[in-house]
């Protein structure tokens, strides 16, 4: 059988989810691309209904089958081939990085049939599997910047003490200072008392003495 010309170019993943329901002949192959990581499980679900001519509507069908092919690009290893019922899954894990297509045909072979299939397609394109020794590495390298960190902390711890030392040593002199400023001043008042009653002591005795005479 030959590919449809009509390829679905699906948006670069993550962990993505994307629903679509499309129709073929029972003679066509329908192929989606899927860029893909490696070790990276993807899950289709797709369930499949012929049209009746008798009904004028599409009907399950017990005989209907799906085919599911699942190959690499370019290199055309081929992933996944199998035969399920009109409503099934598959699983698969992408061994490389790259492009995989992902086909889907009925498993109808006469090429003068007719018949009609909506088909509707869930694709599940979950997270790479876990890589032990990149886990160990990255665990390593946060530890690493954790110790860093701590060590930066208690220099900041350090520095803070020191500086709060030093902000204790410079509001007590500055209290002995401003004591001491204000002693002084006391004592400067004080001899300037003294030194006035001195003075009007002496001017007393002074007038007191022209007074006599």
């Not at 085919?67 to 894990?93: N, Y």
């Not at 790259?98 to 009925?106: A, P, R």
């Not at 030194?195 to 001017?203: F, G």
Request: net charge negative.
């Amino acid at each position: 059988m030959m590919r449809s010309p009509l390829l679905a170019v699906v948006l670069a993943i993550a962990v993505t989810a994307n629903a679509l329901h499309f129709y073929l002949d029972a003679n066509q192959k329908r192929c989606f691309i899927e860029e893909l990581p490696t070790d990276t499980v993807v899950e289709g679900k797709y369930r499949a209904l012929e049209w009746s001519e008798q009904q004028q509507l599409y009907t399950e069908n017990s005989e209907l089958g799906i085919v599911v092919e699942v190959q690499e690009e370019p290199s055309g290893h081929m992933v996944v081939k199998s035969t399920g019922p009109s409503d099934g899954r598959f699983t698969f894990t992408s061994h490389e990085a790259g492009d995989h297509s992902i086909c889907l045909s009925t498993n109808y072979t006469s090429w003068f049939s007719h018949t009609h299939i909506r088909l509707n397609l869930d694709i599940v394109v979950g997270s790479t599997r876990p890589n032990a020794e990149h886990d160990r590495s990255h665990v390593s390298e946060l530890a690493n910047k954790l110790r860093d960190l701590n060590r930066k902390l208690e220099d900041v711890r350090r520095e803070q003490q020191y500086q709060r030392e030093r902000e204790a040593d410079y509001r007590n002199l500055s209290e002995a200072t401003n004591a001491r400023a204000v002693w002084y001043s006391i004592a400067q008042i004080a001899v300037l008392l003294a030194t006035c009653a001195w003075q009007l002591r002496h001017l007393k005795r002074f007038f007191e003495d022209r007074k006599m005479r």
